[in-house]
């Protein structure tokens, strides 16, 4: 059976969704920019909103593991193959 995702409701996504909406026809090219804690969110953004389009993504030091970024992120690459991912570590 599928998992069912709680509609998130928070202010994070009802600012979404105002983003969303204010460009369903003109759509612009978004950059997404995460440093440490700022990867999680957008981690959790995209899972939740995995018909937001944006252009980049842009991780740095991450304090993402690489099991939510699996888990969280790589469904929406799959989907937006076109959406390139830039990550700078700490550790090699």
Known sequence: SA???AQPTGALACFI??????YQ???RRFTLVGHSMG????NNWLFHF???????IVYMAAACSVKDCVGELAPYL???????FYNLCLHP
């Open 50 to 56: 995995p018909d937001f389009r944006c252009q980049n």
């Open 17 to 22: 969704r105002a983003l969303e909406k204010r």
């Open 3 to 5: 998992i069912m995702k």
């Open 78 to 84: 799959r989907k937006h193959s076109r959406t390139k």
């Open 39 to 42: 990867t999680i969110v957008i």
């Open 25 to 27: 026809k003109d759509p």
